[in-house]
């Protein structure tokens, strides 16, 4: 179909946001779309996202430390500018502070929400049933949510950021990460992801493993290209996406972030996780119980086990539900 301006809304701390609606963005501009996506996520100034999302999108930060008043008139602005026909939220059907509920009524573009879980309190005291009405599509990405239920609701697998062939073969995964070709002790990564805070535990995580683990196996903490005030760190990789080299990973440690326990699955890395808390996404819900340590003691514990033991991998059908998702959008733009 004919190429059409996409704008993607991902206002939100972390990377969960950022990632998802990046995998969406990079898929639309490989079906021949413009496609701006928005983020304000603390992580972004640092991470090459034109070069991974590709030529066809264009990234606006405009920086984590705006106010709710800021943001409002800056995606105000931002619509009016960009007059897109497509306007995606990921998961904020009123926007991170409430300011897209009075621009949506007025917004010509077809409305998109990324719907995923939801903290039942969050949906009721905002009135989010209200809210999800003004889409004219909701896709739920591999994950059960309040509203999958909605007549214009459409179910696809879990969203990945690259394709199974972008993924690096296993040894240069682990050349990536240090390792070098010689070595063949297992490989434990602690994702450093979430806030920037957990990022920082992470490092704490990681030389707790190498110190219990000794020479019997190698430790990393992997953290996208930032932040600048983080000390140096002799496990510390920065890499991103960290999809890429889970091909070298022999045990992730990390939490129950969208990304992380999707990658994780879909290459069968052995992975266990803390359920961390948040305002509105449940971690727990999402991993199962053979992937989740109920305190910091329990999952250093796990993670010794893993690397010990060094199970085989097991991954799944390299499946990403970005492509249907595009297609279905595609469909319902024909049918309007």
């Not at 996409?6 to 609606?21: C, E, I, K, P, Q």
């Not at 007059?83 to 059907?93: G, K, L, N, Q």
């Not at 290209?225 to 890429?244: I, T």
């Not at 910091?296 to 991954?315: F, G, H, I, K, N």
């Amino acid at each position: 179909m004919a190429a059409l301006r996409w704008l993607v809304y991902a206002l939100g701390g972390g990377m969960g946001h950022l990632t998802r609606a990046g995998a969406l963005a990079r898929m639309a501009a490989r079906r021949g779309h413009a496609v701006t996506l928005l983020t304000n996520s603390p992580f972004a100034s640092g991470l090459p996202l034109e070069e991974v999302l590709g030529p066809g999108v264009t990234v606006w930060r405009p920086g984590a430390a705006l106010d709710k008043q800021a943001v409002r008139g800056a995606v105000a602005r931002w619509l009016d500018a960009e007059r897109p026909d497509v306007f995606v939220v990921d998961a904020f059907p009123r926007g991170l502070g409430g300011e897209l509920a009075p621009l949506l009524p007025g917004l010509r573009a077809r409305k998109v929400l990324i719907h995923r879980d939801l903290n039942p309190a969050y949906v009721e005291r905002f009135d989010v049933a209200r809210a999800v009405d003004a889409f004219d599509l909701l896709l739920v990405p591999g994950e059960d949510a309040p509203f999958a239920g909605h007549p214009r609701a459409v179910r696809t697998a879990p969203w990945l950021l690259l394709e199974e062939g972008e993924l690096k073969p296993r040894a240069e995964a682990r050349a990536r990460l240090g390792v070098p070709v010689e070595d063949e002790r297992p490989l434990v990564a602690v994702m450093g992801c979430g806030t920037p805070a957990e990022v920082a535990e992470a490092g704490a995580i990681a030389s707790r493993l190498q110190t219990r683990l000794g020479d019997t196996a190698l430790v990393r903490w992997l953290v996208p290209p930032v932040p600048a005030s983080l000390r140096p760190h002799p496990l510390r990789v920065s890499v991103w996406p960290a999809l890429a080299v889970l091909p070298g990973v022999d045990v992730l440690v990390g939490a129950g972030g969208y990304n992380t326990v999707h990658e994780a699955r879909v290459t069968g890395t052995p992975f266990v996780a803390l359920a961390r808390p948040r305002l509105y996404d449940r971690q727990a819900l999402r991993l199962r119980h053979d992937e989740r340590a109920g305190s910091m003691d329990e999952l250093v514990e796990r993670a010794v086990l893993l690397a010990r033991s060094r199970p085989a991998r097991r991954p799944g059908p390299y499946v990403s539900g970005t492509r249907d998702a595009v297609a279905h959008l595609e469909r319902v733009l024909l049918s309007a």
